[in-house]
């Protein structure tokens, strides 16, 4: 089975801390993406990776950042948080196919609060 | 510009009752794929189906069934003779090809004992 983990499951965190959220998969997928859900609009997504030392924004990367040193391990970063990233951090990988559309397994995400 | 609407925000059923979850896309390309996942209150989405635009068999898996019509850019999910360990919230998703996901709002199924 794909596993998907995510380092924490709740964080609480104070305006203006730096926040790493971490996110390692086992089985060896190229691809990795980091979401965020909020009531009502479903799934965002903030950054993804493709590759080691890779990334790419996706549609609401503004106030983050990510990083890829290792194929497992995708990092995102939250430079200075804000009450507005409060939220539910959802990190997934995928194989690298041929399909255009391979399937995302996800982690069990990150309840992050911002005070 | 791509699209996924889930008009039900919550459904409440009655364990057994049957339960249909409906999803609209919205998609300018003629290859994409459709997904449902089910996010059970641990958190974790869980995969569901994925479906080709080419392919527009209606799928059966136990309990669970898709319907999907191009004529009507719908993908729905019917859960028969539901269960409490069905209550979740459910995605469906829309791909084009080479491109990234696009979720929709989410629908929360309650089932009730």
């Known amino acids: 089975d794909v596993k998907v983990t995510q380092s924490s499951r709740y964080l609480v965190k104070r305006t203006g801390e730096k926040v790493f959220l971490e996110c390692v998969q086992d089985?060896?997928?190229?691809?990795m993406f980091w979401y965020r859900q909020d009531p009502g609009l479903g799934l965002r997504l903030i950054y993804f990776?493709?590759?080691?030392?890779?990334?790419e924004k996706g549609d609401i990367p503004e106030g983050y950042s990510v990083s890829r040193e290792k194929k497992e391990r995708f990092s995102l970063i939250l430079e200075s948080a804000s009450t507005n990233q409060t939220s539910m951090y959802l990190c997934?990988?995928?194989?690298?196919?041929?399909?255009?559309?391979?399937?995302?397994?996800f982690g069990p995400g990150t309840r992050l609060t911002v005070l | 510009a791509q699209k996924v609407t889930q008009a039900q925000t919550e459904i409440s059923v009655v364990e057994k009752e049957d339960v249909t979850l409906d999803c609209v896309y919205e998609?300018?390309?003629?290859?994409?794929?459709l997904f449902w996942y089910k996010q059970p209150p641990s958190g974790e989405l869980v995969f569901l189906i994925r479906?080709?635009?080419?392919?527009?068999q209606n799928e059966i898996s136990g309990r669970y069934s898709w319907n999907f019509q191009k004529s009507t850019s719908s993908f729905n999910f019917t859960i028969t003779a539901s269960q409490v360990v069905d209550s979740a919230v459910y995605f469906c998703?829309?791909?084009?090809?080479?491109?990234?996901?696009?979720f929709g709002p989410g629908t929360r199924l309650s089932v009730l004992p």
């Open positions: 089985m060896d997928h190229e691809n």
């Open positions: 479906r080709n635009s080419f392919d527009e």
């Open positions: 990776s493709y590759d080691v030392k890779m990334k």
């Open positions: 998609t300018r390309d003629t290859t994409y794929y």
């Open positions: 997934a990988s995928s194989p690298p196919g041929t399909s255009g559309a391979d399937t995302q397994y």
């Open positions: 998703a829309l791909v084009n090809y080479g491109q990234n996901f696009v």
